[in-house]
């Protein structure tokens, strides 16, 4: 498979939509008795869930935006998009998609893997990522690529994240 830099004037505001069914997600609690601690378990809900991915490429909170996919017959399946942030030398990933049809087929490790020789080609200390806690999956496959939580935020989606088990987890790896 070859990876395609995607030109910005023909994939601004192309938009990426999802719907996956789910049976784990990481669990956050925040305790605080003499410290405040933070407890991410993975669990299981009772049965399946939907969740849903929206994203439009080269969004215009992305200051430098830069994009790869991955096509099969003239159809993108796959695509990671991010950009260098030079305020703190890291590369941000802004989303990395892969097609259901495309799955487990190795397309999402190979574009990890192409933003991560750009980022050492660009002298990145780091390569950082969101991702929801309800996602599974996504959390899993970054663990195995060597990815850490490097952070969290409760409040980022609602006010009630902790509660909708959706909290917001900071992923990260040292280059």
Excluded at 121 to 147: H, M, T, W
Aim: include cysteine.
């Amino acid at each position: 498979m070859t990876i395609i830099e995607l030109n910005q004037d023909d994939y601004k505001g192309h938009h990426i939509e999802d719907v996956t069914s789910i049976k784990k997600y990481y669990h956050v609690r925040v305790t605080s008795k003499n410290a405040i601690s933070f407890i991410i378990r993975k669990k299981s809900f009772f049965r399946k869930r939907p969740l849903t991915f929206e994203t439009d490429l080269f969004a215009s909170y992305i200051e430098h935006p830069h994009a790869y996919a991955i096509f099969q017959k003239k159809e993108l399946v796959a695509v990671i998009e991010g950009e260098i942030q030079a305020w703190n030398n890291r590369y941000r990933i802004w989303t990395l998609f892969v097609s259901h049809k495309a799955r487990r087929r190795g397309f999402g490790k190979m574009l990890l893997a192409h933003v991560e020789k750009i980022a050492k080609k660009a002298k990145c200390r780091a390569i950082v990522l969101e991702v929801r806690s309800l996602n599974q999956p996504a959390i899993d496959f970054y663990f195995g690529e060597g990815y850490k939580i490097i952070g969290l935020d409760t409040m980022a989606y609602s006010n009630k994240d902790l509660k909708k088990h959706d909290v917001r987890l900071e992923m990260g790896k040292i280059l």
